[in-house]
């Protein structure tokens, strides 16, 4: 179907532009024709150039100085402005002129961005799950103070964002995560002693970066949506279930006092989501196909497998004892992923060192204010203690 011409159009800021999210977003915004304001990435300079050249943005910002320099030159003859650094992006996402800031950043360092635009103003639509688990009490809390909606990108989010709308927040009995269960459903831990990082970044249906499939192998992924799901939507951990459903249809399902389930379905593709917070509250003609139902044989759904699989519980864990537990879990992993996918260390060395770690913790004092150099000081200590775990 063709995009509608007259339709009124945000403009956005996508931070994370080179990425899987940021490159599917701009697809978006490439089909809708909607206005890029500010692009954003980590040093991918010859991609970037290629953005700058078709999107026009007013500004362009790279974490990497010098790819920031190599960028500078290459695109000398474009009006776009580049800045660079920290504290470049920092300032990129506060004065960027866009109406919805896109963050699609990896890991722990979308968080600084999405503080700025949230003073800012901006609506945040919200693709960063990092920055809700590290920091979801700050996060919310800003969020609230200034007005400002977060619209959740991950399609488990996005389907829940959806079902919603379908009765009063009192009324809701709980959340129901749907998980793919990654590309080793039916293991396991014996057979996930030798699984290589080449294995396991191929997800059965989604096409996603090298870090999150990762986490959907080791089903970190859904135990970080689940504390995503409670800071978003403000519920109990203990409200939020998670069901395995191989076929990817059903994206998430909320379950009403009266025992209505209310499922959202569509075809696996991150564009649909991603079209979804960057229109809302609008519904714009879809860039992805229809679910043809001649072609879905069956739908089916499983209990997951806790003991094998055991981050899921040690999220749900972290995200009880709250503090800096949750951001500890986070740090941990992603530090234990990097090492993996560097070849350092194996598979099952994430589970159980991120476990080890987590659960070892010393929490802070839960009776004083959380505060943003708790958050950064646990960060930074829990990275230590994975690199230290390993050398010894
Ligand atoms: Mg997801």
């Given amino acids: ?80 402005k580049i800045v660079s650094g920290k504290e470049g992006v920092c300032l990129a996402a506060s004065e960027t002129k866009a109406d919805i800031f ?13 503080l700025c635009a949230i003073k800012s103003k901006k609506t945040v639509a919200l693709a960063n799950k990092e920055t809700l688990v590290a920091a979801g009490k700050i ?22 964002h959806q079902c919603l709308c379908n009765g009063r927040k009192s009324e809701v009995k709980k959340l129901i995560l749907t998980c793919s269960g990654g590309s080793y459903f039916g293991k396991i831990r014996e057979d996930l002693e030798n699984i290589t990082p ?17 986490d959907s192998s080791s089903l970190m992924n859904k135990g970080l949506e689940i504390l995503e799901a409670a800071w978003l939507f403000d519920m109990d951990i203990d409200n939020i279930d998670v069901v395995i459903h191989r076929e990817s249809i059903i994206h998430s399902m909320v379950e009403y006092n009266d025992n209505a389930v209310i499922a959202q379905m569509s075809v696996p593709d991150m564009h649909f989501c991603i079209q979804y917070a960057l229109t809302y509250p609008e519904r714009y003609p879809g860039i992805t196909e229809e679910l043809d139902f001649s072609k879905v044989a069956n739908l089916s759904f499983y209990k997951p497998d806790t003991k094998t699989f055991k981050l899921l519980d040690l999220a ?12 500890v879990m986070n740090a941990a992993n992603e530090a234990a992923v990097s090492l993996f996918l560097d070849n350092k260390i194996r598979f099952l060395d994430i589970f159980d060192s991120v476990c080890d770690i987590t659960m070892n913790y010393k929490n802070i004092d839960l009776s004083k204010e959380l505060t943003m150099s708790d958050i950064l000081f646990a960060d930074f200590e829990a990275r230590r203690l994975i690199f230290e775990h390993f050398s010894k």
Avoid at 106 to 114: D, F, K, N, S, V
Avoid at 198 to 214: D, F, Q
Avoid at 316 to 327: L, Q, S
């Fill in 1 to 80: 179907m063709p995009a509608i011409e007259n339709l009124q159009k945000s403009s956005i800021a996508v931070f994370g532009s080179t990425g899987s999210i940021g490159t599917q977003a701009l697809d978006v915004a490439r089909f809708h024709k909607i206005p890029v304001d500010t692009i954003c990435a980590a040093r991918s300079v010859k991609i970037l150039e290629n953005q700058i050249r078709e999107f026009k943005p007013r500004v362009c910002a790279v974490f990497d100085e010098s790819a920031a320099k190599e960028l500078k030159t290459l695109v000398a003859d474009t009006e776009t």
């Fill in 102 to 114: 896109l963050n699609a950043v990896m890991g722990m360092a979308g968080l600084e961005p999405t």
């Fill in 139 to 160: 996060v919310t809390a800003e969020a609230k103070k200034n007005r400002v909606s977060i619209i959740p990108v991950d399609s488990e989010h996005c389907a829940i």
């Fill in 198 to 214: 080449t294995e396991a970044v191929v997800h059965p249906k989604w096409n996603m970066g090298r870090k999150i499939s990762v």
């Fill in 316 to 327: 749900r864990y972290a995200g009880k004892c709250g503090g800096v537990i949750p951001t």
